[in-house]
């Protein structure tokens, strides 16, 4: 703290070398460093080439947890709040072309009760550093996580691009519409591209049309066909000003009566969630993870995942969208009016500033994501309080608000409430809840948890007369741990776990997928509850497999 005052956006006094993207808390040894609370600099120079000149150029950060301010050449060039989507800023003014820049980012990882996820910041007495108290249970990890790329644009710049598809009998009908700044193209020249070949094409001076094509190929698990769509903005002389190229997929998405349908097709989700979670990068963008990680799940003959709790990069949306995985895409709204401490909303009160936040945190999510295929399903919360009087106006303005952004997907949230005391399950499209009966209660007794895994999820069902899946439900598993009869925290317990909650789930015909939690071990805050983070992981944080990973690949590779 006291950055700004003694002007570190023009140089830091002791800079020490830190790596990008990463979290700074695997890389320090020093335990203050590595659970440090507050604003940490990051700063570097950089060279903008001579022939950038005339170019409008722009600052593009993927990550940065939790906010971020940005300065270039010592000047602010802007700020943001939101630790997983991305935040762009023109920085053309700010920049010498031909020359040395520089570039300060000051980062800083408080926690509120108007952020999301809240959190609270806690200032023991004495000489001691801050705490953080948080309603979710990863570690806190804080730095520059994605890439920051430096790009240049013409005059004319498109901003945004929506695609939708309609497909029907023999034709597909592909709706468009761009945003842009800048200088006004003279036209914009449209294309749809099959690999190497143009399927359709279009120019027009309007910012938004329709294209029809046929016959065409629909996107699907086992079949996830991509199009590029290309636009170009022209000027009178047929010169391109700037163009973007996006992939997309044909597909549809529908919940009638107890069933999920892809492509009017029912379809039962299997899968397991997942954290940015690893090794020395801690939640920094590590591609060679996120392919291991989808590929363990198609090895694991799973079909989907859920993008707990916060939004991933963007680089594993678009995996999924070429692996043809299905994805509920979840904003960071997790522990929310959590354990009764937060409120965010209470009878009558809805904060505010909270659900603002939220709200514009949940159209950052879906202006970033609106075009990949592989999102089938949008999760605005993991386990509010539902069950809290102050909870349905506050979801009700959260689901409408997902609503008019998109009209197509299915809106849901992760619930945790018992199914008897739930008061929000009527605004969503389909239930999904996570459970952790012979975990955390009936501990050790599978038997019992069968019981009221299947009492609870009927009742679910009866209340609301909706489908319903199974968003987590694992069981802690130290790696290499065996017991004979099956015990708690052991490989043997883990599978015995969910072979149980399988049989469950295969008596009900209202159920419409199971992800396990969690794909791997991950790293949490310290507690009793935890040995060295959370390990619920079907593999291990090394990406190994316990027993149940075979489990699960047995069961899924023949569950249809
Ligand atoms: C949950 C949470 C998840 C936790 C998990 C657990 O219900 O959604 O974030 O990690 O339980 O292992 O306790």
């Not at 593009?60 to 060039?77: D, I, M, P, Q, S």
């Not at 939708?164 to 800048?182: F, H, I, M, Q, Y």
Request: hydrophobic letters at 40%; glycine letters at 8%.
């Amino acid at each position: 703290e006291g950055g700004e005052e003694r002007g570190w956006f023009r140089g830091l006094p002791d800079p020490e070398p830190m790596a990008v993207p990463a979290s700074f808390n695997e890389l320090v040894a020093r335990p203050e460093l590595r659970d440090f609370l507050g604003s940490v600099w990051y700063f570097r120079r950089f060279f903008v080439p001579a022939s950038w000149a005339g170019k409008r150029i722009w600052l593009r950060f993927g990550a940065v947890n939790y906010r971020a301010t940005v300065w270039v050449n010592g000047r602010k060039l802007t700020e943001w709040e939101g630790g997983h989507l991305p935040f762009a800023a023109e920085a053309t003014s700010f920049l010498r072309v031909g020359e040395e820049n520089t570039l300060a980012v000051k980062v800083n990882n408080l926690l509120d009760w108007a952020t999301i996820p809240p959190g609270r910041v806690i200032r023991p007495p004495g000489d001691v550093g801050p705490l953080l108290e948080q309603y979710f249970d990863f570690f806190h990890y804080a730095g520059i996580h994605r890439s920051v790329h430096l790009y240049a644009t013409g005059p004319a710049t498109l901003r945004d691009l929506t695609i939708r598809t309609r497909p029907a009998a023999g034709k597909v009908l592909v709706s468009w519409s761009l945003e842009r700044d800048g200088e006004e193209p003279h036209r914009r020249r449209i294309r749809i591209l099959d690999h190497e070949k143009v399927v359709a094409e279009a120019e027009t001076a309007e910012d938004r049309g329709e294209l029809a094509f046929g016959p065409y190929r629909l996107w699907a698990p086992g079949h996830p066909h991509l199009y590029r769509f290309r636009v170009d903005l022209l000027d009178g002389e047929g010169r391109m000003l700037d163009s973007y190229t996006e992939d997309f997929g044909i597909r549809t998405v529908a919940v009638e009566g107890d069933r999920l349908l892809l492509n009017g097709e029912p379809v039962y989700l299997k899968g397991c969630c997942r954290h940015e979670d690893f090794h020395l990068v801690g939640r920094g963008l590590l591609l060679p993870l996120i392919q291991k990680d989808l590929n363990l799940l198609r090895w694991l003959g799973a079909n989907s995942f859920r993008t707990s709790h916060y939004p991933y990069a963007e680089e594993t949306m678009m995996l999924a969208d070429r692996l043809g995985l299905l994805v509920i895409d979840e904003c960071p709204a997790v522990g929310l009016n959590a354990w009764g401490a937060f409120p965010v909303f209470v009878p009558d009160r809805v904060d505010e500033k909270t659900l603002a936040t939220h709200l514009r945190l949940m159209e950052a999510l879906y202006r970033r994501d609106k075009n990949h295929p592989s999102v089938i399903a949008w999760s605005v919360a993991n386990e509010p309080a539902s069950e809290e009087e102050g909870a349905v106006e506050y979801f009700a303005r959260v689901v409408a608000a997902m609503r008019a952004l998109d009209p197509t997907r299915p809106v849901t949230f992760v619930a945790s409430a018992p199914a008897d005391r739930d008061r929000c399950g009527h605004l969503v499209d389909f239930i999904a809840v996570n459970r952790y009966f012979g975990w955390y209660t009936e501990e050790g007794r599978l038997d019992l948890a069968a019981e009221r895994l299947r009492d609870d999820l009927r009742c679910w069902h009866r209340r609301y007369g909706k489908p319903v899946m199974l968003t987590e439900f694992g069981a802690d598993t130290v790696a290499g741990l065996h017991t004979l009869p099956p015990q708690m925290f052991s490989e043997e317990y883990q599978v015995e776990f969910l072979r149980t909650y399988a049989r469950v789930l295969d008596e009900l015909d209202f159920i419409i997928g199971e992800h396990v939690w969690n794909l791997a071990d991950f790293m949490t805050n310290q507690g009793i509850r935890r040995v060295v983070g959370n390990r619920k992981g079907v593999f291990t944080r090394e990406r190994q497999p316990k027993m149940a990973a075979h489990y699960l690949r047995e069961r899924w590779t023949r569950r249809k």
